[in-house]
């Protein structure tokens, strides 16, 4: 009987079920649009932000004002070991030598070729890009040799400067030693990269006699700022005689601006559900003062408000659940549309939204419901048997 009477109450009033309908699949549609998007979102802009490079810099805690402190190598073997990839995904550890190089000086940078590439920041200008092999620790570097150059990077201020292209030889010294180099490509990074060399960690101690010794190790640090925060304070505990400093910069720009992003499209779901409600608010009031005669009726033959409120709250619980289907592969097909046009990024379809999506949209149209129940309560039988 109830089935029946939520059925043809639905059925007999279509018009005005078709207009809270196309409201629920509108408020639906969108949610799932921006739930997807805001999900996918985070992680397009997350991933653009390690793009940048690091936002942890790990370096000797100096004692002394014009005091050369140095890191031992075997400080990022433990970051590596302890850190990687849960806390940290990506370290790269760092030796500077300042060289000469036809007749100028330049800085050379020797680190770890395929973490530096992970850390990311830099645009491959030409030639290929760095890569290596040497991850953990080894045997102490080869004795320098010129008959297999090692390759080298150089950022574009110094393929300028020098008129270096990829396969070209470069030839360097320091102090007594002098090394010959191949040059494997071109990067550009904007910013003090641009005016370096770049080498492998072994290479670059061996030059500089300082087998062993790091100057500072970058890393990237996962998660949010909050995350990033934690981390530090991790690593400045687990090793009291580093200085462990965030890059502010990098972090709060990315914490920013996820925020922002997160606070509109959540700004923007609640605006469309309160229309949302509104709406069916409406059009559910108009249902109820249609049937004052039919909720009359019921009252006089013993129907029970509660009965009644059921099947008010029914009506819309269905009318809800068929939006949120219809609405739920709509929002996807927005949210990928929204995706590539405002962020050129592929969201993906999340099915854990749909459940989401439907609580939401219910709760929207029973939310819609209760102003019209209590029409529903005040209906008194005897006024309505009257005709008035």
């Not at 409201?23 to 805001?38: E, G, I, R, S």
């Not at 700022?225 to 400045?236: C, H, M, N, Y």
């Not at 709509?330 to 990024?345: Q, S, Y």
Request: net charge positive; aromatic share 6%; glycine share 8%.
């Amino acid at each position: 009987m109830f089935t029946r009477l939520l059925r043809r109450g639905l059925w007999q009033r279509k018009s005005r079920a078709l207009v809270a309908l196309s409201a629920l699949t509108v408020a639906a549609t969108l949610t799932a649009a921006l739930f997807n998007l805001h999900l996918d979102a985070q992680r397009k802009i997350r991933s653009e932000f390690s793009r940048y490079g690091p936002n942890l810099m790990i370096s000797p805690r100096a004692t002394a004002p014009a005091e050369v402190q140095l890191l031992e190598a075997g400080l990022a073997e433990q970051l590596r070991a302890e850190f990687v990839p849960d806390r940290l995904t990506a370290l790269a550890p760092y030796l500077y030598a300042v060289v000469e190089a036809k007749g100028e000086s330049v800085v050379l940078a020797g680190t770890w070729l395929d973490q530096f590439a992970r850390l990311g920041g830099f645009e491959l200008k030409a030639g290929s890009p760095p890569a290596s092999t040497r991850w953990r620790a080894g045997p102490p570097a080869p004795p320098l040799s010129d008959v297999q150059p090692a390759p080298v990077w150089v950022g574009v201020g110094v393929a300028q400067r020098f008129e270096l292209k990829p396969g070209d030889a470069l030839r360097v010294r320091y102090r007594d030693n002098e090394q010959t180099f191949r040059l494997a490509g071109v990067l550009a990074t904007g910013a003090a990269e641009d005016n370096q060399i770049l080498a492998d960690l072994s290479q670059v101690q061996a030059l500089a006699g300082s087998p062993g010794k790091l100057n500072v190790i970058l890393a990237r640090a996962a998660g949010e700022a909050t995350a990033v925060e934690k981390t530090v304070s991790d690593l400045a505990a687990r090793f009291p005689a580093a200085a462990v400093n965030p890059l502010r910069q990098v972090t709060e720009a990315e914490f920013h601006v996820v925020q922002r992003i997160r606070w509109a499209l959540l700004g923007t779901t609640l605006v469309v559900l309160v229309v949302t409600a509104l709406c069916v608010l409406s059009t559910m009031t108009a249902l109820a003062f249609e049937r004052r005669r039919t909720v009359g009726t019921l009252k006089a033959l013993g129907a029970t408000e509660a009965r009644l409120a059921g099947l008010f709250l029914g009506e819309a619980a269905v009318l809800a659940v068929v939006a949120s289907g219809i609405g739920f592969f709509a929002g996807v097909a927005l949210a990928r549309w929204l995706g590539a046009t405002l962020f050129a990024a592929s969201i993906t379809m999340r099915w854990a939204t749909l459940p989401l999506v439907t609580v939401v949209t219910v709760a929207v149209a029973l939310l819609g419901t209760l102003l019209p129940l209590r029409l529903v309560r005040r209906t008194q039988p005897a006024v309505i048997l009257r005709g008035e």
